[in-house]
T-cell receptor, first 114, second 116 residues
């Protein structure tokens, strides 16, 4: 158990809908990273928050947005869903922002768009 | 354009033998490399890392080698055990990528099967 929790574990929805994925980092961790793992793809970095502030954006679509709340949990919002958005979504947390801070991953949320 | 490549989707090894997982990268700015291990229905777990100033890092049965001139790293597992069967991801980190430090660039993974 990494100490990072993600809810829900599974999510099935239809095209055009909007969903929210939730992540609670390990106690004491200020950084939250979101990654997407599509079929046959490695984990793609989406976005990074540190202590409530957005720090970096990766391959995140405009239909996707995220935020980190004062209690440090984070939510990833996916809207106007398409079939291609079906994937595993992982969040990871770390103490700081630097390269050498180990990232601890949650178990992921499996999103299926029908 | 994939910056981190793991060209072998799968690898099968006999228990007790050496497992060698390979990874190539294209971005010479990468200064930190990591290996993550992933079991089904779980998130990736950090295994071992290496800084670009080193060419080898060892932790028990796991050793990572870095060849900067070839932009290549490898993970050696000796001896391999059935419990090592998992997907192994190579990852790299770029300083100041997008104004942040620390977000990881992953390869697609190699599925290792260790047979008893």
């Amino acid at each position: 158990d990494s100490g990072v929790t993600q809810t829900p574990k599974h999510l099935i929805t239809a095209t055009g809908q909007r969903v929210t994925l939730r992540c609670s980092p390990r106690s004491g961790d200020l950084s939250v990273y979101w990654y997407q793992q599509s079929l046959d793809q490695g984990l793609q970095f989406l976005i990074h928050y540190y202590n409530g502030e957005e720090r970096a954006k990766g391959n995140i679509l405009e239909r996707f947005s995220a935020q980190q709340f004062p209690d440090l949990h984070s939510e990833l919002n996916l809207s106007s869903l398409e079939l291609g958005d079906s994937a595993l979504y992982f969040c990871a947390s770390s103490v700081g922002t630097g390269t050498y801070n180990e990232q601890f991953f949650g178990p992921g949320t499996r999103l299926t768009v029908l | 354009d994939q910056q981190v490549k793991q060209n072998s989707p799968s690898l099968s090894v006999q228990e007790g033998r050496i497992s060698i997982l390979n990874c190539d990268y294209t971005n010479s700015m990468f200064d930190y490399f990591l290996w993550y291990k992933k079991y089904p229905a779980e998130g990736p777990t950090f295994l071992i890392s290496i800084s670009s100033i080193k060419d080898k890092n060892e932790d028990g049965r796991f050793t990572v080698f870095l060849n900067k001139s070839a932009k290549h790293l490898s993970l050696h597992i000796v001896p391999s055990q059935p419990g090592d069967s998992a997907v192994y991801f190579c990852a790299a980190s770029v300083q100041n990528y997008g104004g942040s430090q620390g977000n990881l660039i992953f390869g697609k993974g190699t599925k290792l099967s260790v047979k008893p």
